[in-house]
């Protein structure tokens, strides 16, 4: 489980990507919208692999790394691809498939059932980065993806709340700036036997 642990955290370390929050309380979260994508481009980009990012930090090679656990991944709005997005990126770097059928990947809104919430070009990004990282460096853990109905903070703690009920990794790449009362959402992140893990800004 540590082994694990620290694969999550160094995942996060690689992902190092923040949506960052409105100021004051937060209202709401946004994600990075840098990547342009051009149809009919004939040259792949050029990037770290999951075999090169598992060999700089010395993470385990097999395909069962994570076997038995889940990593829920918070995020807003719907990525409605998302699964087939993920069998491209698994399919690309000889990852095992991953998909609701085998068990291995789960989607749900932020109260656990199917009502997704609409479409976010800007989230749907960040849901494919998590989702897509987070099974290459723990192939054999189960996906459980949470999208909040929204990015504000009432619903992304809402699907916080789920995702801690049903995962033993629970990882956010949103993040708020300090402010006063923070302390009083704490509750929101704890949980027997479960890790959090949060991106720490760009």
Known sequence: MRRLASLVAALLLVLAITAPVEAGPPRGLAAHNYLRVRPNVSSS????SPATVKSAYGFPTSSTAGAG?????????DHPKIESDLAVFSTQFGLPACTTANGCFTKVDQNGGTSYPKRNAGWALEIALDVEWAHAIAPGARILL?????NSFTNLLA???YARTHAQYVSNSWGAAEFSGESSY??????SGVSFFVSSGD
């Open 159 to 161: 699907a916080e709340d």
């Open 146 to 150: 949470v999208e909040a109905t929204s």
């Open 186 to 191: 704490d509750s929101h992140f704890s949980g």
């Open 69 to 77: 656990t889940t990593i829920a991944i918070v995020d807003a709005y």
């Open 45 to 48: 980009p050029t990037g770290l």
